[in-house]
């Protein structure tokens, strides 16, 4: 009863929302992507409507927030589709986008796998969730404009932020409050409101590379400072999650945060506090060294050479794999050297887009414009992306998290902000 009252309710705020403040469903989604505990609020549909093994089962599966918010964004940009014209503009210039072309590529070429996939039930599931992505990226795209392009990262860095006291509380205590029973081993490793600890690391990580950013635009020196205990906060919330994916993630993080930004001071402050929570942790924890080791040894050799042995051009099908939960592999596999194709020319798009928004602050900074803020921000979804591509190689997913489609629609929205404002400035 208490699940369908909670889905209820959700459902309604959803309804005012998608009328009145569809905007916010974009940051909302963002903190719903943290609470992966919500599909215990709710009803299991798919259990209802299928067996494990149906489509509509597969599809529907366990309701959480996410999910819901999801639809709702949906719902929300392409009913205004149907009665606002500049927002068929708004589009047109999406779809314009080199960033939104390579990514329609690839749902296409997902779609595509049906015809020879070595499971067809599976490839369909997995192309229409691909498919449900995309109009979420494009959902973003529609409703995003520049004088909201923080409010995502505030978003992620005030609920990573409030997830600390849970943290800390399973920590210090060794007290899960959900998924004990999956989690609970020889080693407890803290999960809060997540069923992956390794999910719960990489969004701390998103948190992180947040906070870096708000900085840039903090001109207060209390604030700040407030910043900087926040990223004391992050850190020892990774370090209580000990997992070997999260310490990887965040050096690439950290590296690439150095070439890029210009806040070499709050990085450096991380890379010294987390080298310290690091080795306490390794010192603690010696089976990380022996997770380091073995993943050296064994980064999806064997897998790459089935591939290119067996299905070197299609794959075997989106959702297919087996072999491996290392993303580069897993797409190699499922979509063979073309879907590898479209992953570099996605990373190419994203490092020429990023050129582009450094040439052009670059050439044209002043204190009359923020045309150089327009490249942290950035920075910031750039890596976002390039987090959630990290942490997938030692397993994780990539082009289905939703994060990436969420950074990539607003990678688009700087793009076509400079060259539509007097179109954008109208919603």
């Not at 996410?66 to 392409?78: E, R, T």
């Not at 992956?196 to 992180?208: E, K, M, Q, W």
């Not at 794999?321 to 020319?345: D, F, K, P, Y």
Request: proline letters at 3%; a neutral charge; one cysteine or more.
């Amino acid at each position: 009863m208490f699940e369908w009252i909670a889905l209820g309710i959700t459902v309604i705020i959803l309804v005012l929302l998608i009328i009145k403040k569809p905007f916010w469903l974009v940051p909302l989604l963002a903190v719903a992507l943290a609470l992966e505990i919500s599909t215990t609020w709710y009803p299991s549909l798919g259990i209802d409507l299928g067996t494990d093994q149906s489509i509509v089962g597969k599809l529907l599966g366990m309701l959480s927030l996410a999910k819901l918010i999801g639809i709702a964004l949906i719902l929300a940009a392409f009913s205004r589709l149907l009665l606002i014209e500049d927002m068929k503009r708004k589009l047109s210039a999406v779809f314009s986008a080199p960033l939104t072309i390579i990514l329609m590529i690839f749902v296409i070429l997902g779609a595509a796998s049906i015809v020879y996939s070595f499971d067809t039930g599976t490839t369909v599931v997995a192309s229409i969730r691909l498919l449900a992505l995309f109009a979420i990226f494009l959902s973003i795209a529609l409703f995003m404009d520049k004088k909201h392009a923080l409010v995502p990262f505030q978003a992620v860095h005030l609920t990573a932020m409030a997830l600390a006291p849970l943290s800390f509380y399973e920590g210090f205590t060794g007290n899960l409050i959900w998924q004990s029973e999956q989690l609970l081993g020889d080693t407890m490793k803290v999960n809060a409101t997540f069923v992956d600890p390794n999910i719960f690391a990489r969004f701390i990580i998103l948190g992180i590379v947040a906070n870096f950013v708000l900085q840039l635009y903090t001109r207060d020196k209390s604030t700040g400072l407030l910043y900087m205990a926040g990223l004391a906060i992050l850190i020892a919330q990774l370090a209580l999650i000990s997992v070997l994916s999260g310490i990887l993630t965040l050096i690439v993080i950290l590296i690439a945060t150095l070439i890029f930004l210009p806040n070499r001071k709050a990085v450096l402050w991380v890379l010294g506090l987390g080298g310290l929570c690091g080795a306490m942790v390794l010192i603690v924890r010696p089976d990380l060294w022996e997770g380091m080791l073995l993943l050296t040894q064994n980064f999806g050799v064997q897998e790459i050479i089935a591939l290119f042995q067996n299905h070197p051009i299609f794959g075997t099908g989106l959702g297919t794999s087996s072999l491996s939960n290392i993303s580069v592999v897993i797409i190699g596999t499922e979509l063979g050297i073309l879907g590898l194709i479209v992953l570099a020319v996605l990373w190419l798009i994203l490092f020429g887009g990023l050129y582009s928004l450094y040439s052009l602050g670059n050439n044209q900074i002043s204190i009359f414009n923020n045309y150089f803020n327009e490249y942290y921000v950035g920075v910031g979804y750039f890596l976002w992306a390039l987090t959630v591509f990290i942490s997938s190689q030692s397993g994780g997913v990539f082009f289905e998290d939703p994060i990436l489609w969420l950074s990539c629609a607003c990678l688009v929205m700087l793009r076509f902000t400079r060259e539509y404002n007097t179109t954008l400035e109208s919603f």
